[in-house]
């Protein structure tokens, strides 16, 4: 996943290692006093998280950060799947997965979610909801040009890779500035939205590369679980 923020420094962000007495660990993007973020386990499960601009649910709704503590908590994605309660969240996508190749993709709209299973895709997700039911719902004035741009692009150059997708090749998508400034590497655009952070996780090695700045030129940094 690549993090584009607006205006936010580059400090903002915490590596963070949490070890369980059980042994379990666990490597988060995180930032300071956030309880859960974007991560992966010892178990091999890894989170994503991206926002989505869409009509809001009646009524009170759940922060997505608790959504992302409770997947932080599974040991596989049928856990997380059974354990999301019947309740309205705020509108967000996350994918989940894990080293068994069992991945979904989850979107939450108007306090309706739509769990579509992807294991057998190349499948990328930007900032558009790709629910058709959930479409007429969007908000594409809060949404922005990119995102549709965002979303073309990274899917083409999985679907030209699929079934030799490689974590060079995933480096190399969060780095592309075709169609700039409306590229999947974002330098500032005119809401001053940039790429501030980029991961990527490889759930069989249990191995995490984590860049700060903007992944066409930051290096990455490869994050283990041997703490």
């Not at 490597?27 to 974007?38: E, S």
């Not at 069992?102 to 309706?112: F, M």
């Not at 899917?155 to 090749?169: H, W």
């Not at 995490?208 to 679980?225: K, S």
Request: aromatic share 8%; glycine share 6%.
């Amino acid at each position: 996943q690549n993090k584009d923020l607006r205006n936010r420094p580059l400090d903002r962000f915490r590596i963070m290692r949490v070890a369980y007495d059980s042994g379990r660990r666990v490597i988060l993007l995180n930032y300071a006093g956030w309880i859960a973020n974007m991560c992966l386990t010892s178990d091999g499960l890894s989170v994503t998280g991206n926002s989505l601009y869409a009509q809001e649910a009646p009524g009170d709704v759940i922060p997505f950060s608790l959504l992302k503590r409770l997947v932080l908590e599974k040991r596989s994605v049928r856990e997380v799947l059974d354990a999301i309660p019947k309740l309205p969240f705020e509108n967000f996508c996350i994918l989940v997965g894990d080293a068994t190749g069992h991945l979904v993709c989850l979107e939450q709209v108007a306090g309706r979610m739509n769990i579509r299973d992807v294991s057998q895709e190349a499948f990328g997700h930007a900032n558009s909801i790709l629910c058709e039911e959930f479409k007429p719902l969007e908000d594409t004035k809060g949404l922005g040009a990119s995102s549709p741009c965002r979303q073309d692009i990274v899917q083409r150059r999985l679907d030209a890779k699929r079934g030799q997708i490689t974590v060079a090749d995933i480096k190399s998508i969060f780095s592309d500035h075709a169609e700039y400034p409306l590229s999947i590497c974002r330098h500032g655009d005119s809401r001053g939205v940039m790429t501030t952070a980029s991961f990527v996780a490889n759930l069989t090695d249990r191995e995490m590369d984590i860049a700060i700045g903007h992944p066409c030129t930051a290096p990455f940094r490869r994050y283990t679980l041997d703490f």
